[in-house]
């Protein structure tokens, strides 16, 4: 499943910066795994700081530098308000957040549709340039196969897609089995914002 088709613009743009500057420095992350028979989740969130080091206000492209010198060229989208106001050594804050969330179905239903919602809300005329976005997925997966032995449950999407996934609470294969439905939220959201350099 994969929330950048959905959501457009300048969170496709910070969504591609976040994971070039993941292993920088100037980078924290922390994940959340939660698990308990029939449900779990896991709750990644990212934040990553770079420079801007280079402006091309004709194509809107912004080149920044991470604290290893990597450097990365972003287009900064129509959703980016006051673009003006970026200027070179201004620092660029991205916090990126994905959670996955699992919930087995008390009642099997009807296959049906992935719901896909997303919004975003911009800089007002006058403010630093920033952005929020985000969007979730919503789908019906049915458990196609169940291996305690190697930890995995395998769940197919109501496209035909078949994902393996690694099961870390030995609970879940009392309640699991073939057949069942599984209710998948899969949730993305992201906040780019433009600090004046120190």
Request: charged share 25%; proline share 6%.
């Amino acid at each position: 499943m994969d929330l950048k088709s959905a959501v457009t613009g300048a969170l496709i743009a910070v969504a591609s910066v976040t994971p070039a500057l993941a292993q920088q420095p100037a980078t924290s992350e922390g994940t959340i795994i939660t698990s308990e028979p029939g449900r779990a989740s896991v709750v990644r969130t990212v934040e990553t700081s770079a420079k801007v080091v280079q402006i091309d206000k004709a194509t809107r492209t912004v080149t920044l530098t991470g604290a290893q010198d990597e450097t990365i060229k972003v287009v900064a989208g129509d959703q980016v308000k006051n673009f003006d106001q970026i200027k070179v050594g201004d620092i660029v804050v991205a916090r990126y957040t994905r959670a996955l969330a699992l919930k087995l179905r008390k009642t099997k239903g009807p296959p049906e549709d992935v719901s896909v919602r997303a919004g975003s809300t911009q800089a007002k005329p006058g403010e630093q340039p920033s952005f929020i976005g985000g969007g979730q997925i919503t789908a019906i997966a049915e458990v196609v196969a169940v291996d305690p032995k190697e930890s995995t449950i395998k769940l197919k999407g109501p496209r035909g897609n078949v994902v393996t996934l690694n099961v870390n609470n030995p609970d879940q294969f009392k309640v699991v089995k073939e057949g069942d439905q599984v209710e998948v939220t899969y949730t993305e959201a992201v906040a780019l914002s433009v600090e004046p350099a120190p």
